[in-house]
């Protein structure tokens, strides 16, 4: 798993584990969340603005929940935790699926 991919996989954690929403919807709302700021990122020349915030920063926004000190304490013990090995290639496939599917579906 890339750094990029090790950064999503955190974000939907943060969704899933500090914000509570079902995993399903996390990964849904992630997955459409990267769609939509990659290709705008990518149309201004900008491709790793948002590696500048922290996962759990972006977990909130997609959550539409203030960031607080308690989930900044929850994402700091998600973040220590080691990566479970599944989830490399379990995240990287469905990124590429559902990468090519979106694609498919614009054309």
Known sequence: M??????????????????????????RKTIAYRTDWEDLCKRKR???LIY????????????KKELRKSHLI???????????KAT???LSK???YTTAKSKLKRA
């Open 2 to 27: 890339n750094q990029n991919e090790f950064y999503w996989y955190l974000v939907i954690r943060s969704l899933i584990e500090i914000y509570k929403i079902p995993p399903s919807t996390a990964r």
């Open 46 to 48: 900008m491709e790793n």
């Open 52 to 63: 500048h915030e922290s996962p759990v920063q972006i977990a909130s926004e997609i959550a």
């Open 74 to 84: 929850a994402y700091q013990k998600l973040e220590d935790r080691p990566l479970p």
């Open 88 to 90: 490399v290639t379990r």
């Open 94 to 96: 469905r990124w590429a």
